[in-house]
């Protein structure tokens, strides 16, 4: 319909308002959708390598001492390739000469990179073996907090109400976290939980962090800062860090031998640099 039309009579005109109609189907509220910022990252997978044996123990009441090792297998390894093989076999000696101070002393081995390895699971330490070549190969990222969270796992379905139990990781890695499926917050609470159980000790020798980013990661990843050390990435450095993380396991467990159950000490403030 015209808005205007002319009826005939002399010069008027009549207009016509078109009318607004409702339209025929509701108008409907924009919606947004809101998508996560982030796509949570998937665990990485664990692969054990090893046959479980079962542990046969004493009774509550007797000193235990659980010890895992955790080593960096990613790629970024390669210039020290050598010598972090050659660290963890000391420690794996050194575990095993002082291990009559832990009680029974339980170790586990744990090879981390995308995925997380585990070599050996709460073996005694007199049982424990040198690493070869064929166990430590590397490839992948680093999942640190994957294998740090694996650790705990490992040894936690051991820890009971005994005031004489005492649980230790040992970390080496020459890289930063860009791989794991624990986000901080779910790590920053579980060693939270252990730490306040004063069981429990968590130590790690890292390359390519700062102080600051070292004071930054004590802040989710628990302990004092002198469980920290930092090192250098070639041969050299990894051989120091490798005999700096051997005289502290052994005054570990000269401490245990003595009845302390945890460490905020572990490597104290003359060796924890060893670049």
């Known amino acids: ?30 919606i947004t959708t809101i998508w996560p910022t982030t796509i949570p990252q998937p665990r990485a997978p664990i692969r054990r390598r090893h046959n479980r044996a079962p542990i046969r123990r004493k009774g509550r009441g007797a000193k235990e001492t659980y010890i895992a090792l955790i080593l960096d297998k990613s790629g970024s390894m390669t210039s020290c390739y050598d010598a972090a093989l050659g660290a963890i076999n000391e420690q794996i000696d050194t575990i095993k000469a002082n291990a009559k101070k832990g009680g029974r002393t339980y170790v586990s081995i744990i090879l981390f990179s995308s995925t997380v390895d585990i070599i050996a699971e709460n073996v005694l330490a007199e049982n424990l073996k040198h690493l070869t070549r064929e ?22 379905e051991f820890e009971h ?36 159980t004063d069981k429990w000790s968590f130590t790690y020798m890292l390359d390519g962090h700062s102080w600051e980013q070292i004071q930054e990661l004590t802040n989710y990843m628990g302990s004092s800062i002198s469980n920290y050390g930092i090192f250098s990435n070639t041969p050299a450095g990894t051989q120091k860090a490798g005999l700096v993380a051997c005289n502290a396991l052994s005054s570990y467990m000269s401490a245990r031998n003595d009845g302390q159950t945890s460490t905020k000490t572990f490597y104290n403030d003359q060796n924890n640099k060893t670049e």
């Open 1 to 30: 319909m015209s808005t205007f039309d002319n009826d005939g009579t002399a010069g008027k005109a009549n207009f016509w308002v078109q009318p607004c109609y409702p339209p025929l189907w509701p108008i409907q509220p924009t």
């Open 135 to 156: 166990d430590y190969v590397l490839d992948g990222m680093t999942a640190l907090r994957d294998a740090v969270r694996t650790a705990i796992e490992l040894m936690q």
């Open 161 to 196: 109400a005994s005031k004489n139990q005492g649980f230790l990781t040992v970390l080496i890695s020459d890289g930063q976290e860009n791989q794991s499926g624990t986000s901080k917050t779910e790590l920053q609470n579980l060693i939270a939980l252990k730490e306040r």
